[in-house]
């Protein structure tokens, strides 16, 4: 079965903490990990992603965290902000494009002032 | 211009009303999709397109019909629906054919579909 477990389910940080929010995938097939953040009565916008040939990925204060072996992928912010508040989904994809996009379940975000 | 514009961005319409949603990108962009967005969830795919062909439909009820005009528009025609087909709808696009392809998706705004 294809799914990516996605956890937590919501998170509060302190302004100026470091998030951390973690997602697993099951199908090896998957080569593409983007991160997707959306802000209340938006869409979802990619904000980061990742090929699983790479350890980690940085840019800006987000940094995605891979482990092949372990299935495993996370999102790291950094100096999280007030403007970071939103609900973050994980997702993994094909290259090819032979496989439907799964998207994990959602964090909901909130960065206390 | 790097964005997908949806229209409208609310809706409210009766379960025997006939509406159209419009979304529009001019990224050249070769697929585009709708997804529904339920409270609290993750987008659900609904319809792929490819090069204007409909390429996927995740076995969505017939009250639900998309359309694509030309490579730059997809329309969603919405007719008898359900109060639980109240959604946010989500238009996007994506450079490769097929899943994102390792481009991700661009996303509109959205429209928020309420049926009474």
């Known amino acids: 079965q294809q799914q990516v477990k996605q956890s937590p389910q919501s998170l509060i940080v302190q302004k100026g903490g470091i998030s951390i929010i973690n997602c697993a995938y099951e199908n090896t097939a998957f080569d593409y990990f983007p991160w997707y953040q959306q802000f209340p009565g938006k869409g979802p916008a990619l904000l980061i992603a990742?090929?699983?040939?790479?350890s980690e990925k940085k840019e800006g204060r987000f940094t995605i965290s891979f482990n092949k072996s372990a299935k495993q992928f996370s999102l790291h912010i950094m100096d999280s902000q007030p403007g970071d508040s939103a609900t973050y989904f994980c997702a993994a994809d094909s290259y090819t494009g032979g496989f439907k996009t799964i998207f994990g379940a959602g964090t909901r975000l909130f960065v206390k002032a | 211009d790097t964005e997908v514009t949806q229209t409208p961005k609310h809706l409210v319409m009766g379960m025997t009303n006939k509406k159209s949603l419009k979304c529009e990108q001019h990224m050249g962009h070769r697929a585009m999709y709708w997804y529904k967005q339920k409270a609290k969830k993750p987008p659900e795919l609904m319809f792929v397109?490819?090069?204007?062909?409909?390429?996927i439909n995740e076995s969505v009820p017939s009250r639900f019909s998309p359309e694509c005009p030309n490579s730059s528009l997809l329309n969603l025609h919405l007719h008898a629906l359900q109060p639980e087909d109240s959604a946010l709808y989500l238009c996007?696009?994506?450079?490769?054919?097929?899943?994102?392809?390792?481009?991700?998706?661009?996303f509109g705004s959205g429209t928020r579909l309420t049926v009474v």
């Open positions: 990742i090929r699983p040939d790479v």
């Open positions: 996007a696009s994506s450079q490769v054919t097929g899943f994102s392809g390792g481009s991700g998706y661009t």
């Open positions: 397109y490819s090069y204007e062909k409909l390429s």
